[in-house]
């Protein structure tokens, strides 16, 4: 069996939280340097932790010296896991040497490289993976098989079919394996992919996952062959079908099955049709998207629908989420997602700070206004510039730092003094240097 591969940073954030140096890591710009520098391992893995949560790339250079001179693995693994989340190629050089001498690493430093190679996709890495898989005893396949999916090209897809049909994997690597050639399929694999996508007697995820594949050939002969395989028991398999469906965006007979799916009787199918119709800038899609959106008993599924009637771009749909986000009585939850969904979809923006400032004057709305300073802090529109400006000058200091998260996003001009204002308080503590580490990276 092989090894699992955990997400990279999530050890980095527990040291975060667990370690008494947690509270300041970041705070202090050149304390941070030093730290990198001429601190302990434990003080640099969860300064990287920090950095991590914080999305701040700023000490690349010194952080990449670091690495070179480590010689504790614990502390090697978090870097590595520093620019695994950050999707940096600066240690591709380091991934492509572990592949040459694969034993020569801990396992688990080696499915962080594995991790690190699907994350940048290094196309270069994709024959060190495929020896270590030919050559190994399947001790290397639970990270090396996901790792070439991303990173493989041209024949992997067959090579890792043969590789399926050759060694004996369990129900889980299999899986893992075709869920890997759902994302190298190729003509020249298109008839194996259809004996298994038909295949009654396999297990649902692998027909799933071939079907898949079928799907990202993108040739139109096999959308009958896809919609028949829609008539089946398993939810699992029926999303499958309307996910490799959702490539064919012209197609009348993948649209009419989506349509269909739409109302299918379990969310799972649900969800993956009208993201397909999201896909597919299906319009006639609406009136089942606004239905699903008032009427469906599943928050997800609702929540789902939003997003795709803000992609759709129509009136009725923006009409629609407005009126849920500004109904009083609607949940917070709802009328934050109604409003993730428009400025996803850069649409009635002004109306979104509208609704956002009347949180403002209510404390008794905190919790909204919160939730909708974190949307807010996700896109860069220039008519957020001024509801960034009164989050920055509200009394409540939580509401401030949320409008310092805004302002990192959208870096709007209008209010950098304000900005300036924060992170020049001597009294401001953790706030006011939270605003001068974003001044530093502006």
């Keep these: 069996m092989g090894v699992k591969i955990k997400p990279p940073l999530a050890a980095l954030v527990l040291l975060a939280l667990g370690l008494s140096l947690g509270a300041q890591a970041g705070d ?42 480590a010689g504790n693995s614990a502390l090697r ?22 592949l040459e001498d694969p034993f020569g690493e801990k396992n688990s430093t080696l499915n962080l490289w594995f991790k690190y190679i699907a994350e940048i996709r290094l196309k270069e890495a994709a024959a060190g993976l495929r020896r270590i898989l030919s050559e190994g005893s399947g ?17 992997d897809g067959a090579f890792l079919l043969d590789y399926m049909d050759s060694n004996d994997v369990t129900a889980g690597q299999k899986q893992a394996l075709m869920r890997a050639v759902s994302k190298l399929a190729s003509p020249d694999i298109a008839g194996k ?21 079928l799907g990202s050939l993108g040739d139109e002969q096999y959308v009958p062959l896809l ?21 064919f965006g012209d197609n009348r007979e993948a649209q009419a099955l989506v349509l269909q799916a739409i109302r299918d009787s379990h ?30 008993p599943e928050a997800q599924v609702k929540y789902a629908a939003y997003g795709a009637l803000a992609a759709l771009g129509t009136k009725e749909g923006e009409n629609f989420l407005l009126g849920v986000l500004r109904g009083e009585k609607n949940s917070d939850a ?65 509401t401030r730092g949320t409008g310092l998260d805004i302002f990192a996003r959208g870096r709007y001009p209008g209010v950098l003094d304000a900005v300036k204002a924060i992170g020049a308080d001597e009294k401001g503590g953790t706030l006011a240097a939270k605003a001068r580490r974003i001044l530093e990276e502006h």
Excluded: W
Aim: hydrophobic share 40%; glycine share 8%.
């Design 267 to 296: 969310y799972r199918v649900r969800l993956e049709a009208i993201g397909a119709a999201k896909k597919m800038k299906l319009k006639k899609a609406e009136p089942y998207l606004l239905a699903r959106a008032e009427n469906d």
């Design 77 to 98: 693994e978090a870097v590595i896991g520093y620019f695994t989340a950050f999707k940096d190629d600066s240690l591709k050089k380091d991934a492509l040497a572990a």
């Design 334 to 398: 709802a009328r934050t997602r109604a409003a993730a969904a428009l400025l996803e979809g850069g649409i009635a923006v002004k109306e979104v700070a509208a609704a956002a400032e009347a949180t403002l004057r209510d404390d008794r709305q905190k919790n909204l206004r919160y939730s909708l300073g974190k949307e807010f802090a996700r896109v860069k529109n220039s008519d957020l510039a001024g509801i960034c400006g009164q989050y920055l000058a509200h009394q409540d200091a939580a």
């Design 139 to 155: 001790e290397y396949l639970d990270g090396a098989v996901p790792a070439l999916g991303e990173a493989g090209g041209p024949g």
């Design 227 to 247: 919609a028949g395989f829609y008539d089946h028991s398993d939810p699992v398999f029926r999303a499958g079908v309307v996910r490799a469906l959702s490539s």
């Design 193 to 213: 992919l259809t004996e298994i996508a038909g295949d009654d007697n396999e297990n649902t995820y692998v027909r799933m996952y071939a079907a898949e594949a």
């Design 28 to 69: 202090d710009p050149s304390r941070d340097r030093d730290v990198i520098r001429y601190g302990l391992d434990s003080e640099i893995i969860t300064l990287l932790g920090t950095l991590g949560k914080e999305e701040s790339i700023k000490y690349k250079d010194d952080i990449l010296l670091l690495f070179r001179d």
